[in-house]
C-alpha cells in the first residue's frame, strides 16, 4: 500500500495506531472547532486537534453514563507511548469507578493543606504577636500596649537607672516556638518555670497570653496555626498560676497625716503632686499618668479620664486637686511630665512612693492601693457606693444604677468635694479654697 502523502488527512472515523506521521498529518476539518482522532492500542486515547492547529493527548470515556475527558498534555512534550500509560491509568480509575477529575480535585486540595501545614509550622508566637499587637494598639491604651512589649522583650539592654541588663519578659522563652506547638502541655511548663520566680507578673503575662491565642483562632491568617482549643485556658495550666491573693494594701485614716507629710517631702514636686491626685481622685495609676492639659476643664472644673472600661469618663476637678495641679510646669502635653524625655509623662513613681512609705513608717502600700484607699475611706463618710464607683470608673453593678441612675458632674462633684475635704482634715492639711489656684497653704 502506497505511503500516505503529507497532505493527506487521517480518516478521523476510523481508529488508528498512532504515529508522528500521523499526528502530524492530523488536521480540522473546514467548519469544525476540533476534531478527534481515536488511538487504536490505547482504547480512549485520542489526539485532539483544533482549527488553530493545536494539538494535544486526551483521554475519553464514560463513568455512569456520563462523558468524562481528560486532557493528558501536548504533542510536543509527551511521547505517543507516555500518552498510552496515562490513558492506560485512566482507564483503570474509571474501571475501578473512581472519577479522575475529582481524585485530582483531591489531590489539589491534599497538596494546598499541605502547603498550608507547611505554613503554619513556620508561623512563630512572635511572628503573629506582633501583628497581633499592631492590630489591637488602638484599642489599648499606653500602658496595656506598653506591658505586651515589655512581657515579650529580650532583655539584655543596659538598665536606664540602677546597674546591670533588664531581665527576658515572661512571655520571651515562647516567642520562638511555632505557634502550633504552643500545646497546654508547653503553656503548663512555662507557667510552672515563671511562676516559681514572678508568680503575680506571670498571672498578668497568662491574661495577655490567652487573649492573643483567642485572637489568633479568629484570625484568617493564623486559625489554621493556632490550636484547636485555646492552650491557656486548659485547667491544669491554671492551677499551676494558683489563685491571686486578695490585696488588703490600703491607707488607714490614722496613716493619712504621715503620708502626706512623707509625699509632700519628695524631692520632684511633680511626682508628689501626682501621688496625692491618685489618693484624691480614686482613678488608675495609668489613668493618672496619662492626664494631658487638654483633660483639665478649668472652667467646668472637671477631668477627663481615659479609661479601660468606656473609654473616658470625666470627674469633677476638685479644689484641692485643682491647686496641685496648676502649681505643676508645663513642660510638654503631658500634666505629670517627665523631668528628664522630652514628650513624655513620668514612668516608674512607684520608687519614690516607696521612699515616702518608709519615711511614714508604711510597710506596704502600691500605687493601686491608693486606688483601694479612696475606696476604703469613703465609707467613713457613707458616700453612695453608685457615686464612688461613678468616679472610680467601675462598671455599674445595678440595673437600676447601669439603665436609670443619671449624675451630672455637679452632683458628683458635691460628693467629691466632700471626700477630698474630709481626707485633707484627717491627714491635718488646711487650706483655703477660695484661694488663688496654686497657693497652697499648708499646715501639717
Known amino acids: ?95 475501578n469507578g473512581t472519577d479522575p ?45 506598653q506591658d505586651h512589649h515589655r512581657y515579650a522583650q529580650a532583655g539584655g539592654e543596659p538598665k536606664k537607672r540602677g546597674k546591670g541588663s533588664t531581665e527576658p519578659g515572661p512571655l520571651y522563652p515562647l516567642m520562638a516556638l511555632p505557634l502550633r506547638d504552643l500545646t497546654a502541655d508547653r503553656v503548663q511548663a512555662w507557667a510552672a518555670k515563671e511562676t516559681a520566680v514572678r508568680p503575680t507578673v506571670t498571672r498578668n503575662a497568662w491574661r495577655l497570653l490567652r487573649a492573643f491565642l483567642g485572637w489568633c483562632s479568629e484570625h484568617p491568617d493564623y486559625a489554621a496555626a493556632a490550636p484547636s482549643t485555646n492552650p491557656a485556658q486548659a485547667r491544669k495550666v491554671k492551677e499551676v498560676l494558683g489563685k491571686p491573693g486578695v490585696k488588703q494594701d490600703a491607707l488607714q485614716r490614722e496613716q493619712l497625716s504621715a503620708w502626706f507629710t512623707a509625699v509632700q517631702g519628695l524631692s520632684s514636686a511633680t511626682v508628689a503632686a501626682y501621688l496625692q491626685v491618685l489618693l484624691l481622685t480614686g482613678a488608675r495609676p495609668g489613668e493618672v499618668l496619662a492626664l494631658r492639659w487638654e483633660d483639665v476643664n478649668v472652667k467646668w472644673r472637671g477631668l477627663t479620664i481615659r479609661d479601660k472600661v468606656e473609654g473616658e469618663r470625666v470627674i469633677p476637678l476638685t479644689a484641692y486637686v485643682h491647686h496641685l495641679l496648676t502649681a505643676l510646669p508645663r513642660r510638654n502635653a503631658w500634666v505629670f511630665a517627665s523631668p528628664t524625655k522630652e514628650d513624655a509623662h513620668l514612668t516608674e513613681p512607684n520608687h519614690a512612693h516607696d521612699r515616702a512609705c518608709k519615711v511614714a513608717g508604711i510597710e506596704v502600700l502600691t500605687l493601686h492601693g491608693l486606688r483601694r484607699s479612696f475606696k476604703s475611706l469613703t465609707e467613713w463618710l457613707e458616700t453612695p457606693t453608685g457615686v464612688v464607683a461613678q468616679i472610680m470608673g467601675h462598671k455599674p453593678s445595678a440595673t437600676a444604677e447601669k439603665h436609670y441612675t443619671v449624675r451630672p458632674l455637679d452632683l458628683l462633684r458635691l460628693h467629691h468635694e466632700r471626700i477630698e475635704a474630709w481626707i485633707l482634715e484627717q491627714a491635718g492639711i488646711q487650706f483655703d479654697r477660695a484661694a488663688e489656684p496654686g497657693k497652697l497653704r499648708v499646715v501639717a
Open 1 to 95: 500500500m502506497a505511503r500516505p502523502k503529507k497532505s493527506d488527512l487521517p480518516d478521523l472515523a476510523q481508529r488508528l495506531s498512532l504515529t508522528a506521521g500521523v499526528i502530524e498529518r492530523l488536521g480540522c476539518p473546514a467548519g469544525k472547532q476540533q476534531a478527534f482522532l481515536r488511538d487504536s492500542e490505547a482504547p480512549g486515547l485520542r489526539v485532539r486537534v483544533t482549527a488553530a492547529g493545536a494539538k494535544s493527548y486526551v483521554y475519553e470515556s464514560k463513568l455512569n453514563r456520563q462523558t468524562i475527558r481528560r486532557t493528558i498534555g501536548d504533542v510536543k512534550l509527551w511521547s505517543i507511548e507516555q500518552a498510552r500509560t496515562e490513558a492506560r491509568r485512566l482507564a483503570v480509575l474509571l474501571d
Open 101 to 145: 477529575r475529582e481524585l485530582e480535585r483531591q489531590q489539589q486540595a491534599d497538596k494546598v493543606a499541605a502547603q498550608a501545614a507547611e505554613a503554619a509550622q513556620a508561623v512563630t508566637v512572635g511572628t503573629a504577636w506582633a501583628d497581633y499587637i499592631e492590630a489591637r494598639k488602638a484599642k489599648w491604651g499606653d500602658s496595656h500596649h
